[in-house]
Structure formats: C-alpha cells, structure tokens
C-alpha cells in the first residue's frame, strides 16, 4: 500500500486531536490542541482567550462532598437495669452532667456517672477489685466525696465475699478498730467528706493474686481471697464504702454502703436528652431515652464500600445552611452499615461523625443541611498548572506550550480543584505556559 497523502494525514491527526479533547472534556479538562506542520505547537492565533500562566508549587488536594445533616451527632439508647418501675425521665433538650438525675424508679433517683464500663454486679463485698469499682471510686471522688487512698496496681489486697449482701464489716486492715467503717459526718447534698480517709489495704504477706484463704469454694460467702489489683481496677475499701454511704445519704435512699447495678446509669461524659424511649410508669429494665453529646456535630451517610478511605482525625470541611464554610475532623466511624430508610434499595451506609474545630462558628445553628467535604487524596508541593494549559500531544501523554514557543512533554498526576500535577525536564516553578482562560 502507498504512502498516504498529506492531506489523509493531517485528517487523521484532527481526529485523534478531537478524540483526546473528548475525553479531557469528560472528565472535566478544557484542552486546546493546535497542530503545525511537524508537530510544533502553536498558540491559535484566532483564539482572543490564549494567555499565559506560571508554572506554581503547591499542596495539591482531591476532595468529594458529600451531603450531611447537623445536629448533635448520632443518638445512643440509654437502657435501664434492675426492677421498679420508671417515674420520671429527663426531659427531651435537657443537658445532664456527672452527679445529675438523668431518670427515677421508684422515685429513686438515678444519676449520671462517667466512665466507660458499666455497673454489671452488685458491690457489696471487704475489698472487691474491679474497673467498675474504680468507676464508683472516680465519679464520688469528682463529685468532692473523700474515698482515702485506694491501692496501688500490683498491690495485694483481701478480698471478702459478704455473707449478708451487705458491705462486710470484717476487721480488714482499713478498718476502724471495732470492726466497722470509720464514723464520718454525711455531707450536705453535693458535698463531700471531711478529708483524710481512711489508709489503703496493706499487702499481704502471701503476695499471690487469687490464693484462697477461707473455706468453700471461692466466691462463696465469707470466702476469703488474695487479689492482686491491676492496673484500671479500683478496691472497695473502707473509706470508699463510707463515701458511697454519705453520697447515699445526700441522695436520700438508704445508707447500706452497697451499689446495685441499677443505682447510676454509666456514660462517656455530659449528654443532652434527644428523646423518650419510654414512657412514665413503664418497667425500667428497657430502653429508656436517646441521648447525644452536647456538642454540635455532623452526621454523614457514607456508602460502606467508599467508607475505607476515611480515617478517624481526618479534616474536613462543612459549609453551613447560611454558606460560610468552617473546618472540622472526622471524630467516628460507623461499623453498622445499614439499608437506605427509603428502601430505594440503594447501596447500605455507615453513618461518619465529624466534630468541629471551632464550635462557635455553629452556636446559632442547631440542625440544618450541610455539604462536608472530604479530602481523599493530598500531594504536598508538587508543581501544578491550569488544566486549561495541558496539550494533548499527538504521540500520546500530554504537554505545556511555553510562552517563548517550545512545546514539552510532562506527566500528569493528581487532578483536583481545577489544577493538574505535572512533572517533566524543561519545567520548572514559575515558568511561563499558554493556557487558555
């Protein structure tokens, strides 16, 4: 077969050229590709928008928006524990703190502690060790009430199972010398005890956790036990029965010194009542209020096969229902992927809280819809330029015309925001290139 014409030629050159324009073009690129004889480049002179730009160093990010909604972020389910009967609930829009009443069973109030193992046994036994203990240890110690010294991790202490279901009144080495809990004067509601507790347990002789001491099988009433405290547990000593007997005389139930699991409802911290579960006079042993956190915060429905790429701490940023924009991070991510409520049959999400770095900018705001936007990618100084200044060269790849003529060949690499990475010899930081505006 002959050599084609020149005039087949330069046809097959303009089609290819508009075959690359149409794919820049989808994906968002605006190109020019004037072609010369011999492949030099030149700006069209027909065109009155060529001009010129510099070559620039930057971070460049690629980002994706997504729809959320503010508020005060996803709800949680406060259930109650025990028996009786619920009397009364926080009200819907009400903040509730460490110390306060969050519900009443039996008209017994039931307050907010901070921590984040629940009560799950009853605290009644000389010495128990755990991390709930420690909880009721922290909470009372917060709300000012004198606990003395509790045992350090490593220390070995004694442990007695009560015989009664009461706080054993054994002579443990914190205990006062006729065997009971040292006398001290109740507070007034909200205040703690004199100071100078009663001192720790001393360790034992024996120095070995779980060696059995008593007769029957450990656990037992009146079983004695050595234990050594790890780190995060708390004992029940007897300066800290005595401080839960004063925080019980202040709440006005019965001075035992005991802690059932019903008796404070454990949280992460300060909550603000969403809604009711239940409903006064309901059984207590079930889902009782929707509580969230008292901060504003932004929920984001994320398909769960796009959910990877976020990370806990990442920054975002949220535009406001009034279109002022304000940063923010990713605080949590969701692990239960959940069908669209519509049923449109759409791909399950995750739900993505994000906090907000500064929250005065969102203190008139209390819900409405936002944009979040999500940084996916991010390449720190990189040379980048107007994508409207990448030439689609005929040999393949892409190039810049320089604005002394020269048309170089460079390679692309994060598209975002209208700018396009490049590198490639002949390119450098401030160089001068065609583009067209």
């Known amino acids: 077969m002959g050599a084609s014409a020149p005039g087949s030629r330069r046809r097959r050159v303009r089609i290819v050229a508009a075959v690359l324009m149409t794919g820049l073009a989808g994906a968002g690129i605006a ?33 994706r928006s997504l729809d959320g909604t503010l508020g005060y972020g996803k709800p949680q389910t406060v259930k109650g524990a025990g028996g009786g009967i619920v009397t009364w ?95 001290k004067p109740s507070p007034a509601p909200g205040k703690g005890t004199p100071s100078g507790g009663s001192p720790a347990p001393r360790p034992s002789a024996t120095g070995r956790g779980g060696a059995t001491t008593g007769t029957g099988p450990t656990g037992s009433p009146g079983t004695v036990t050595q234990v050594r405290v790890k780190s995060g547990d708390g004992v029940l000593t007897r300066a800290l029965v005595a401080a839960i007997k004063c925080w019980q005389t202040a709440q006005g139930v019965p001075s035992t010194g005991v802690i059932e699991p019903g008796d404070v409802a454990v949280l992460s911290g300060a909550v603000r009542v969403e809604s009711a579960a239940a409903q006064v006079g309901d059984p207590v042993a079930a889902p009782l209020l929707k509580v969230t956190s008292t901060a504003k ?32 991070k990713v605080t949590d991510i969701g692990t239960d992927a959940e069908q669209s409520a519509n049923g ?62 020269r048309t170089v060949a460079v390679k692309t690499g994060l598209i975002a925001k209208g700018m396009a990475e490049i590198s490639g010899d002949g390119i450098a930081e401030g160089t001068q290139v065609v583009t067209s505006s």
Do not use: C, H
């Open 89 to 183: 609930l926080a009200p819907g829009g009400s903040t509730v703190a460490q110390g306060q009443v969050l519900y009443r069973v039996d008209d017994r109030a039931v307050p907010v502690f901070y921590g984040a193992v629940p009560l799950y046994r009853r605290l009644a036994g000389q010495n128990t060790v755990g991390r709930d203990v420690k909880v009721i240890a922290e909470n009372l110690r917060a709300l000012t009430y004198d606990i003395g010294v509790q045992p350090s991790p490593g220390q070995v202490v004694t442990v007695t199972a009560p015989a009664d279901g009461t706080a054993s009144a054994g002579g443990g080495p914190d205990a006062a010398p006729d065997g009971t809990a040292s006398a």
């Open 31 to 63: 190109v020019g590709v004037p072609w010369g004889e011999g492949g030099n480049s030149t700006p069209s002179k027909a065109d009155p928008s060529a001009g010129t730009v510099k070559v620039v160093r930057m971070d460049l990010s690629d980002s």
């Open 344 to 405: 449109n049959g759409g791909p399950a999400k995750v739900t993505v809280t994000v906090s907000f770095t500064d929250p005065g900018k969102v203190k008139k705001l209390d819900s409405g819809p936002v944009q979040v936007e999500f940084v996916s990618e991010t390449r720190p100084g990189v040379l980048a330029v107007p994508v409207a200044a990448l030439l689609a060269l005929r040999e393949g790849g892409y190039g810049l015309r320089t604005a002394d003529g």
């Open 297 to 328: 915060a932004v929920t984001v429905p994320v398909d769960a096969s796009q959910a990877g790429s976020i990370k806990r701490a990442d920054p975002v940023t949220v535009k406001l229902p009034d279109g002022t924009s304000t940063a923010g």
